[in-house]
T-cell receptor, first 113, second 112 residues
Framework: KAGVTQTPRYLIKTRGQQVTLSCSPI?????VSWYQQTPGQGLQFLFE???????NKGNFPGRFSGRQFSNSRSEMNVSTLELGDSALYLC????????????FGQGTRLTVV | GEDVEQSLFLSVREGDSSVINCTYT??????LYWYKQEPGAGLQLLTY?????DMKQDQRLTVLLNKKDKHLSLRIADTQTGDSAIYFC????????????FGQGTTLQVKP
C-alpha cells in the first residue's frame, strides 16, 4: 500500500508570492491534516479536512487555506508569503476523522527568501 | 488547555534501554502516540495507545501509560545507532477531530 505522498519535496519562493502544496493520502483514507514544523514553534496544527469539509482549523492567519477533493487529495495554499513561513509542512492521512491513527508524509520544505 | 511536555535530550549507549518520557494535560479519553523523525524526513508512527490501556508492547518498543499522573513513556530495548532520531509524543485533541497536539520532541543520541 503506498504511503502518504507530498509534492513538491522542496520549494523556494520569494516574499509576497503564493504557494500551493499537495498531499495524496493513503488509499481509502478520507481525512487529511496539515501541520507546520519550525525549530522555534515545533509542530503546529494548521487544519483538517474530511469528506471535502474543513473539520478544524489551527491558529494561523487567513493567508493559510486548504481544500480537499472528492478523491481525498488535499492542497494547502499560502498567499503573500512571509519569511516566517519558511518551514517543513507535513500532511497526515487518517482513515477517518476523530481519534485514530495518523500517518505522515515526508513533508514539503518551503524556504521563503 | 491542551499541552504535551517532553524532555529535550537523552543519550544512551548502544545495547542499553532508552526511556523517553512525556506528560499530557487532557483528562478525557484519548489516543496517545509516539512518532520518530529522522533528519530531513517526515514523522514515522511508531505506536499508539488508547487511554484505557496501561501498557502496549511491540517488539523492542514498550509503551507505559499512567493515566492518573497523565504520564506516558516509550521504552526502546537494546537501543541501536539506527534509533538515533527525534521522538515526538502526541495526544488527540479534545475537539474530536484529527488534530494532534505534539510535544517538543526528545532527541535520542545513541553512542556506539
Amino acid at each position: 500500500k503506498a504511503g502518504v505522498t507530498q509534492t513538491p519535496r522542496y520549494l523556494i519562493k520569494t516574499r509576497g508570492q503564493q504557494v500551493t502544496l499537495s498531499c495524496s493520502p493513503i488509499s481509502g483514507h478520507r481525512s487529511v491534516s496539515w501541520y507546520q514544523q519550525t525549530p522555534g514553534q515545533g509542530l503546529q496544527f494548521l487544519f483538517e479536512y474530511f469528506s471535502e469539509t474543513q473539520r478544524n482549523k489551527g491558529n494561523f492567519p487567513g493567508r493559510f487555506s486548504g481544500r480537499q477533493f472528492s478523491n481525498s487529495r488535499s492542497e494547502m495554499n499560502v498567499s503573500t508569503l512571509e519569511l516566517g513561513d519558511s518551514a517543513l509542512y507535513l500532511c497526515a492521512s487518517s482513515p477517518r476523522t476523530g481519534r485514530t491513527e495518523a500517518f505522515f508524509g515526508q513533508g514539503t520544505r518551503l524556504t521563503v527568501v | 488547555g491542551e499541552d504535551v511536555e517532553q524532555s529535550l535530550f537523552l543519550s544512551v549507549r548502544e545495547g542499553d534501554s532508552s526511556v523517553i518520557n512525556c506528560t499530557y494535560t487532557d483528562s478525557s479519553s484519548t489516543y496517545l502516540y509516539w512518532y520518530k523523525q529522522e533528519p530531513g524526513a517526515g514523522l514515522q508512527l511508531l505506536t499508539y495507545i488508547f487511554s484505557n490501556m496501561d501498557m502496549k508492547q511491540d517488539q523492542r518498543l514498550t509503551v507505559l501509560l499512567n493515566k492518573k499522573d497523565k504520564h506516558l513513556s516509550l521504552r526502546i530495548a537494546d537501543t541501536q545507532t539506527g534509533d538515533s532520531a527525534i521522538y515526538f509524543c502526541a495526544e488527540s485533541s479534545t475537539s474530536n477531530t484529527g488534530k494532534l497536539i505534539f510535544g517538543q520532541g526528545t532527541t535520542l543520541q545513541v553512542k556506539p
